[in-house]
């Protein structure tokens, strides 16, 4: 048995104050330690959460954190911002539909009828392109007056719905509409500061639910927090799936191994690199690490040991991810292709949308990323599509959140802060746009 003595202390140093990059909010503080505490050494002696990963540091004695909160500036939509978005030779976006203010997941329904859930208006909405222009041009709202409405996704002629608390199941009418909404759970555990749930169905049939952490690291007491949940389709025989995974947004199975994939959100506050998002191949019973241990088993000093155990014995009963990408981009919904629009190499690659950072000095994310995978293994990260983060990186137009395949094989994908749905397709001859 071994207990935390002295809790590490790390010391905070924003960099606004160094730095031209001048935070304009703060991020969450519930675990920021306190600036000093009394017999911490002075900041220059205290090493770094680099060294102390590097050099084996006593778990018990302080380490020095340098973070940094910065937020381009948002700016809106135009037709140059359109124009300056760079992408795969051959390939064309345009916006399929606009001014959809808190724009999050989004669910392709049989009949190309493309729905799309926004939290703060509370509603699900459903878009459609009667006369094939590639915008949309028929707009109605297919559920409403759900708090927190967030995870979509659509399984034999029916839509399956997750807010912070409830699981909704109804069927798709004829016209697009949802029938009735039958509550599948009401007892979700609480968000905290991550409520926003996101589900699919898996090729088991099953229904595979991800509940992120409540806070940035700590303990969790509810054991359905942090984890990614499975149960039946009418939500009976509820179960933890997988441990330890802070924030699985993005999730999914890849068409020939059937193996589930997801990318996990990386801890905030433990400076611009740290910890890296990770690419996990999640397994049932697996313990993916958070909030311990990230990356490849790295310790969290600033977490610091758990109660009942040590980092060593801790991370040699997690798994470590598969691949790691630049910490802090934020990965948002994944998607696997497999449509026909997209060229052959395409297929069963899998696309991601960056959010993009704010806990680091230089901005990172904001785009789409490609992920390539060959006979079912993941190869590695690719951009797919960029320009929504300036060269400076001090002005965006685009947070991305949701992304789906159409019936056609286009991706499409969302942007929550300027209410935009794009749509992504490959044409060879158009290339020049
Ligand atoms: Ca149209
Ligand atoms: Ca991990």
């Not at 205290?46 to 004695?61: C, E, F, I």
């Not at 690419?279 to 990356?295: D, K, M």
């Not at 629009?341 to 000095?361: E, K, L, T």
């Not at 002005?395 to 992504?424: K, M, P, T, W």
Request: aromatic share 10%.
């Amino acid at each position: 048995m071994r207990s935390r003595l002295a809790p590490v202390v790390a010391v905070l140093l924003w960099c606004g104050c160094t730095s031209p990059r001048t935070p304009d909010a703060q991020p969450q503080p519930e675990e920021v330690p306190q600036a000093e505490a009394p017999g911490v050494e002075p900041q220059a002696r205290l090493p770094t959460m680099k060294d102390a990963v590097r050099d084996g540091h006593d778990p018990n004695r302080p380490i020095r954190v340098e973070t940094h909160a910065f937020y381009p500036d948002g700016q809106p939509l135009s037709a140059n911002r359109l124009a300056q978005l760079q992408m795969d030779e051959g390939f064309g976006v345009e916006v399929f539909a606009r001014d959809l203010e808190h724009a999050r997941m989004i669910a392709v329904g049989p009949d190309d009828t493309v729905y799309l859930t926004r939290p703060k208006q509370r509603d699900v909405i459903a878009l459609r392109d009667s006369n094939g222009d590639g915008q949309a041009d028929q707009r109605f709202t297919a559920a409403s007056e759900l708090d927190s409405i967030h995870g979509i996704t659509i399984h034999e002629g029916r839509v399956y719905l997750a807010s912070n608390r409830y699981v909704w199941r109804g069927r798709i009418e004829a016209d697009g509409s949802f029938g009735p909404l039958e509550e599948l759970a009401s007892d979700l555990p609480d968000g905290g500061q991550h409520p926003n749930r996101t589900l699919a169905i898996g090729p088991d049939g099953m229904l595979y639910l991800s509940v992120g952490s409540t806070c940035n690291a700590c303990p969790e007491p509810n054991p359905e927090n942090a984890t990614l949940i499975r149960a039946q389709l009418d939500m009976s025989n509820r179960a933890v799936f997988a441990h330890g995974l802070r924030n699985t947004v993005g999730f999914g199975w890849h068409p020939d191994t059937q193996e589930l994939w997801g990318m996990d959100h990386g801890t905030d506050m433990r400076g611009d690199d740290i910890p890296p998002e990770e690419l996990n191949r999640i397994s049932e019973g697996l313990h993916y690490g958070w909030p311990y241990v990230y990356g490849d088993r790295e310790f969290d000093y600033v977490t610091g040991e758990p109660e009942d155990t040590s980092f060593e014995e801790f991370a040699a009963q997690t798994e470590p991810p598969v691949l790691l990408y630049q910490a802090h981009a934020a990965p948002m919904a994944m998607v696997f292709y497999r449509g026909s629009n997209f060229p052959a190499s395409y297929q069963g690659d899998a696309f991601m949308v960056m959010r993009g950072s704010w806990n680091r000095h230089t901005p990172v994310g904001y785009k789409v990323v490609r992920l390539r995978f060959e006979d079912g293994q993941p190869q590695g990260f690719e951009d797919f599509i960029t320009g929504f983060l300036n060269d400076d990186g001090n002005v965006h137009f685009g947070r991305l959140s949701g992304i789906a395949l159409d019936n056609q094989g286009r991706l499409l994908f969302s942007d929550d802060e300027n209410g935009v749905i794009y749509r992504v397709g490959y044409q060879p001859k158009a290339a020049s746009n």
